[in-house]
């Protein structure tokens, strides 16, 4: 019971030292400046803001294009 | 995304992050799919057997008491456990443009990982349950469940750590915590239950604090993380508020881990449990609306494309179901409603809602968007999506309905003493045939994804379809390149 | 500053810390007093459970009643508990102190059963029910466990180690392909022998409150 307690709190101790680490790390990296820019941080040249990435196979816009290239 | 350089000089394209998950990702979500087809079908057997108590009745193994925790283990460890583990890398690998670290040694995870829900499960049916539910797998199955987790927690603080993008996505704080959650949670649990470090009354606060956590610490957050991401990027629009996206991530991890103990309402617990348990389902509230809002938010204006994107159709259907299930949720908790609910299928009711209304469409979302990415196949049929939609949704929908409503009216009836037991148990039987029906429409739906999946995975589909879920012309060079590879 | 920036970061784990902290730890501390009283006749309640009651618990427990069966009686007031006589008070901690696993449950497709054995002293009313609930409980949606029984025809010989005393007589009405007469096997028994000993009726004082 006792040995159950210190494996939990041991577990737990280094889980949140990991954390601590981890997010004092992030925090300084400035993970929490310009975060409209976050929100954006996920679309690129090749997927821009604006363009929708998912159809039904073979119902997308770009069908057409690509069949006229064929 | 342009390819950029990191410090080895290594180019790592969004394309390239896509092929070195491939058979990773695949692995893993291929064992969802197999354990959402058996744990549906054990969850058929049981709710047959509830309304034909003769059905398979001879057989010990299959006796309602053991086919029903292998219902929810296969759900939860089965299904859940590798669908959010192969999202998690995905999105991961994705949202840090970084290839997947030691790939070889992630599959060799995920297939001890199934080895070990597969002799769990057999350990039940053989009667070796440890009879606390939810870690009813016998204890020397563990070790096959939480080794592999282990790998993946490495691997996604690798990835972190080696990320390229300057910026942590909302995505990627609920990825983390789930990685630091879940071996906590699983550890803290065991030991307070099945390894004994408490007894009797603070043993089921600990097995109910861990049944309503790994809900909402493990499925939920990995359902948040896929619907920030998946929506914003299928519609091309950022997220509605980032400031309250960070707001909904903290909140959520305050109080949702002190929600579980509604669980034992009524119960020989200290009243004070259970009122830290009514608290932080309430608060649950502020999370939940922020997150609501911000998903919502960001739909309005675009709700013309779930027409187009089956991606979006089965996001926007998990978010909303966030909504709906978690205010469900939170109004359950409370003691009045708990006189008449708890002990009944309302609860039955709603632990479905948020399964399979909220995380399992999210799941499949992310299938439906990553796996055309991830192989360079198309799906290859629409209607097998549209027939996988419908019937999720339906199912979803006719199962919750007829528990909930079934539910409500079994705990009146409990609470009026004059209504002989008897009399209620005839009562629920209808609905249980309805739920048995539910049953059948979702393991339709299921078929239909296997098949499709199944086929999107086989390389030589890719010549008789049009790749349109590509959008970009070099998406569409590669598939050429590749095509022309295969027929060589 | 240090502690402002730590502050957001020790959230995280301090949220999970805090909470098994404050819903198991604490409560446990707080039932560690509990002692077992002492009965009019000398017995003490609670007692942990051992031989053949053990043996029924896991076989209780490896049968998944718990799915469909709770034990733990509400109190007066809230709910219907104890005046569908499922219990003649609300259960209070003590009465699981000796508990392992706990099988509380949350589920009542089924009658409570924490006074089961208070309520159906009768082994061969529960031997009947287990062996077919729809004998003494018609429109029951319960399992039948006819695989902790030995059916027996007229003129069978007893199994080995059953004695007369054993032989539960089916109701005719209920007999099937010249089946008329049970006897529990040994986990049937021991089974049989837990529910009878799930009792709460003895008054402890913090539950008269």
Not at chain 2, 186 to 205: H, M, P, Y
Not at chain 2, 248 to 266: D, M, Q
Not at chain 2, 403 to 419: F, K
Not at chain 3, 181 to 208: C, D, M, T
Request: proline share 6%; with cysteine.
């Amino acid at each position: 019971m006792f040995f159950v307690f210190v494996f939990i709190w041991t577990f737990a101790m280094i889980a949140g030292i990991t954390m601590v680490w981890l997010l004092g790390w992030a925090i300084k990296n400035g993970e929490f400046q310009n975060l409209r820019a976050g929100a954006r941080s996920i679309f690129d040249e090749e997927e821009p803001e604006g363009r929708v990435t998912d159809y039904f196979p073979g119902e997308g816009p770009l069908m057409r294009q690509l069949e006229a290239r064929r | 995304m342009s390819a950029t350089s990191d410090s080895r000089g290594e180019v790592v394209s969004r394309i390239e992050v896509d092929r070195s998950a491939e058979w990773v990702v695949t692995v893993y979500w291929a064992s969802a799919l197999l354990w959402l087809t058996v744990a549906t079908l054990a969850g058929l057997i049981s709710s047959i057997k509830l309304h034909s108590p003769g059905f398979l009745g001879n057989i010990e193994w299959l006796t309602f008491g053991r086919i029903r925790p292998v219902h929810w283990d296969t759900a939860v460890y089965g299904f859940g456990g590798t669908a959010a583990s192969g999202t998690l890398l995905w999105l991961q690998a994705r949202l840090c443009q970084t290839r997947i670290p030691f790939p070889t040694l992630l599959i060799a995870g995920g297939v001890v990982f199934n080895v070990g829900i597969l002799l769990g499960s057999i350990g039940v049916l053989m009667g070796k349950s440890t009879g606390v539910e939810t870690l009813e797998f016998p204890l020397w199955a563990m070790p096959l469940l939480v080794i592999p987790y282990v790998f993946i927690v490495i691997a996604n603080f690798k990835m972190y750590f080696n990320r390229r993008n300057a910026h942590t996505y909302v995505s990627q704080w609920y990825l983390m915590a789930v990685t630091i959650w879940f071996p906590v949670l699983v550890l803290s649990a065991e030991a307070c239950t099945n390894l004994g470090a408490v007894d009797g009354v603070a043993q089921a606060i600990a097995n109910w604090w861990y049944g309503h956590n790994v809900v909402g610490l493990f499925a939920t957050p990995t359902g948040i993380a896929a619907a920030y991401y998946l929506i914003p990027k299928v519609i091309g629009k950022p997220v509605h508020s980032y400031h309250l996206s960070l707001l909904g991530f903290w909140s959520n991890a305050i109080f949702y881990n002190w929600a579980g103990t509604h669980h034992l309402t009524g119960g020989p617990l200290p009243a004070w449990t259970i009122t830290i348990g009514v608290v932080g389902s309430m608060m649950m509230f502020i999370p939940v609306i922020t997150i609501g809002i911000n998903h919502h938010m960001t739909m309005v204006g675009s709700f013309h494309h779930l027409k187009t994107s089956p991606t979006l159709r089965f996001a926007v259907m998990g978010s909303m179901v966030y909504t709906l299930s978690s205010f469900q949720g939170a109004l359950e908790s409370l003691r009045s409603h708990q006189e008449i609910t708890h002990f009944t299928h309302y609860t039955i009711g709603h632990v479905h809602f948020g399964m399979y209304g909220f995380f399992a469409p999210l799941m499949f979302a992310m299938m439906y968007y990553a796996m055309p990415r991830l192989t360079g196949n198309e799906w290859i049929s629409a209607r097998l999506i549209r027939i996988h939609f419908w019937c999720t949704l339906g199912g979803m929908l006719l199962y919750t309905l007829a528990m909930c409503y079934a539910g409500i009216r079994q705990g009146l009836m409990m609470n009026d003493p004059t209504v002989p037991f008897l009399n209620i148990v005839k009562f629920t039987i209808p609905y249980l045939w309805i739920r048995t029906a539910a049953g059948l429409i979702l393991l339709a739906g299921t078929v239909a994804f296997l098949i499709n999946f199944w086929r999107i995975v086989q390389p030589h589909r890719l010549r008789f379809v049009t790749p349109t879920l590509m959008t970009t012309e070099r998406d569409y060079d590669m598939l050429l390149k590749k095509e022309k590879e295969l027929s060589q | 500053m240090l502690l402002k920036k730590l502050g957001l970061s020790l959230g995280v784990f301090l949220t999970i810390a805090a909470s098994v902290t404050g819903l198991v730890i604490i409560p446990n501390w707080q039932f560690q007093g509990h002692q077992p009283m002492r009965k009019a006749d000398g017995t003490q309640y609670p007692l942990p459970y051992f031989g053949e009651q053990a043996k029924g618990r896991a076989v209780y427990i490896d049968q998944g009643c718990i799915y469909c069966h709770s034990q733990q009686v509400r109190m007066k007031g809230y709910g219907a508990d104890i005046r569908r006589n499922w219990g003649t008070r609300r259960s209070v901690p003590r009465d699981y102190m000796y508990h392992r696993p706990h099988q509380l449950g949350t589920m009542r497709t089924g009658p409570d059963l924490a006074s089961i054995g208070h309520r159906q002293p009768s082994a061969t009313w529960h031997a009947l029910h287990l062996y077919d609930p729809r004998i003494t409980s018609p429109g029951s949606n319960m399992p039948r466990f006819n695989y902790l029984f030995t059916e027996m025809r007229d003129g069978d010989a007893l199994p080995v180690g059953a004695f007369p005393g054993d032989v539960i007589k089916i109701p005719p009405q209920f007999q099937n392909s010249g089946i008329t007469q049970l006897v529990p096997n040994e986990r049937g028994k021991a089974l049989i022998e837990y529910l009878k000993a799930l009792n709460q009726s003895f008054p402890l004082p913090e539950a008269q409150q």
